[in-house]
């Protein structure tokens, strides 16, 4: 059998060009991040710019979905949204409790109007 054949190869794609690269900035990441202040003025704008790419990445999904998503309508999308920061704001900011009740009330939504 050959080592770089088949199934082999793949798993040897995946290392090197999927794993790899990834871990290479996760170390960095942490040998820098060591010396940061956590309440420090460069972590405040870290924060804020991963919470407005997040919040502009919910707002397309809800005002200009693709796929399945786009079957549902506006006024929908946008309860869902509403009842998942209720979830997380209930669930003392449990991301996981907004996003399952945002996704079950798109799924019951859905079942409501009779889509599928």
């Given at each position: 059998m050959n080592?770089?054949?088949?199934?082999?190869?793949a798993?040897?794609?995946?290392?090197?060009?999927?794993?790899?690269?990834?871990?290479?900035?996760?170390?960095?990441?942490?040998?820098?991040g060591?010396?940061?202040?956590?309440?420090g003025?460069?972590?405040?704008?870290?924060?804020?710019?991963?919470?407005?790419?997040l919040?502009?990445?919910?707002?397309?999904?809800?005002?200009?979905?693709?796929?399945?998503?786009?079957?549902?309508?506006?006024?929908?999308?946008?309860?869902?949204?509403?009842?998942?920061?209720?979830?997380?704001?209930?669930?003392?900011?449990?991301?996981?409790?907004?996003?399952?009740?945002?996704?079950?009330?798109?799924?019951?939504?859905?079942?409501?109007?009779?889509?599928?």
């Amino acid at each position: 059998m050959n080592l770089f054949g088949g199934e082999w190869n793949a798993v040897l794609v995946v290392l090197l060009v999927g794993f790899l690269p990834n871990e290479v900035w996760r170390v960095l990441g942490v040998v820098i991040g060591r010396g940061l202040d956590e309440n420090g003025a460069v972590m405040r704008w870290v924060r804020a710019v991963a919470t407005a790419l997040l919040a502009a990445v919910v707002a397309r999904l809800v005002l200009t979905p693709s796929g399945a998503l786009a079957a549902l309508p506006l006024w929908l999308r946008l309860g869902a949204l509403v009842v998942g920061i209720g979830g997380f704001v209930l669930s003392r900011r449990s991301v996981l409790v907004g996003v399952l009740a945002a996704q079950a009330t798109l799924i019951g939504g859905a079942w409501w109007l009779g889509l599928r």
